[in-house]
């Protein structure tokens, strides 16, 4: 069975432009979460989609967004890229996400992604 | 109040030792709490879960969970130096009637020969 897949690995981009990054979770698996991982912060929650909707969102600047495609995978686009948003991008996908969340995440590998 | 605290460590443990780890949360209605292990420059990989009070064992680990106190620990048993990594808590909070995973700060084991 396939693990969580996302693409690319790595990415250096330059300050002010965008980035999109890709997550296709473990078939099956309808909620997908994106989170951004730094040595200063931790794991932080960014959003969680679930059939195409987002259901819920962290405290991060318009900024951040993503999507959901029928197909269960998901996209993050990052806009105008700030220094302080180099980091690792995990992806996570669980089952139907229910109250008490009783099937944990699975992660993919992260896209580490470096601005300059 | 962080809504997941950890200690974040480091806490150094000598090889074949007990290490406790220890979690606590803010909200009381969760119902479902997980322990992640992330080695170095890899993704956390979900170890442990447990949803009713009291002790749930696995090998080598035991998730203890107290809901009246809120708090959740993982024991790893016979600490080998391959357990050294960041262990992360997490905990499902309800926000806009559905849960988000929220993860503490980690904490950093080192077992040591």
């Known amino acids: 069975k396939a693990g969580v897949t996302q693409t690319p690995r790595y990415l250096i981009k330059t300050r002010g432009q965008q980035v999109t990054l890709s997550c296709s979770p473990i078939?099956?698996?309808?909620?997908v979460s994106w989170y951004q991982q730094t040595p200063g912060q931790g794991l932080q929650f960014l959003f969680e989609?679930?059939?195409?909707?987002?259901?819920n969102k962290g405290n991060f600047p318009g900024r951040f967004s993503g999507r959901q495609f029928s197909n269960s995978r998901s996209e993050m686009n990052v806009s105008t890229l700030e220094l302080g948003d180099s980091a690792l991008y995990l992806c996570a996908s669980s089952l139907v996400a229910n109250r008490g969340l009783d099937y944990g995440y699975t992660f993919g590998s992260g896209t580490r992604l470096t601005v300059v | 109040q962080k809504e997941v605290e950890q200690n974040s460590g480091p806490l150094s443990v000598p090889e074949g030792a007990i290490a406790s780890l220890n979690c606590t949360y803010s909200?009381?209605?969760?119902?479902?709490f997980f322990w992640y292990r992330q080695y170095s420059g890899k993704s956390p990989e979900l170890i442990m879960f447990?949803?009713?009070?009291g002790d749930k064992e696995d090998g080598r680990f035991t998730a203890q969970l107290n809901k009246a106190s809120q708090y959740v620990s993982l024991l790893i048993r016979d600490s080998q130096p391959s357990d050294s990594a960041t262990y992360l808590c997490a905990v499902p909070l309800f926000s806009g009637g559905y849960n988000k995973l929220i993860f503490g700060a980690g904490t950093r084991l080192a077992v040591h020969p």
């Open positions: 078939s099956g698996h309808r909620s």
């Open positions: 909200d009381r209605g969760s119902q479902s």
């Open positions: 447990i949803y009713s009070n």
């Open positions: 989609y679930f059939s195409e909707t987002q259901r």
